[in-house]
């Protein structure tokens, strides 16, 4: 009757608002929290989101989990220490920089965190290992701007479709001007010969005026 092993219920495992944690209760007690966040919710993300995107408010799925870790002290002695870790999937409209329409950027974050007492103490924090970033923690911590974060920082350097839809080889080489210019101007140089080997685009748009659907004479 007395124990509720893994009872969500249980006061060791109450409901958790990921808005105000306890992070270094959480980590203390090896707690565990998950849930759904929206776009909608994380104001930086949806600025990152065309209007004329399919959804602009789609979901993350978020688990974070705390635990301690032991670790060589300033005194010699060995003392647990806090960590968080947190995972985000999930998915986000963006802007193709190649084709400017919008696409579904999928979203994969695992991140662990040490967590920390003060500022100085996070830009004194050794960082002897890339896999670990180092926070400042709080009583009253907020886990969704610490996901709206990470978010933020995995947003891709040039967002892109892997494969643009429908865009034509022509229209390809037309975004690059210049290059095309100077190569139509060698090509011009190199002769009549070369023409033929590279089908001319304005003269398969005659072709298509001259035949075209419904074609009225
Ligand atoms: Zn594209």
Redesign the pocket.
Known sequence: MTEHPGNPAGPAAGPVDPRDLDLFEFARSGRQAAGVMRVSQLPRMLNEVPIDAPDRDTTFTWQAEGATQPELQYNGTEGRQPYLRVAIHGAAWLV?Q??L?P?DQAFNVDATYRIVNTEAEAEEFPLDDDEVEVIVGSRQFDLVDLIEEELLLSLPLVP??DV?PEVHESLVSGVSGAEGAGEQAAQDEAGADDESARPNPFAALEALKRSGPGGKH
């Open positions: 193709c190649r084709c329409t696409y892109k479709h643009c």
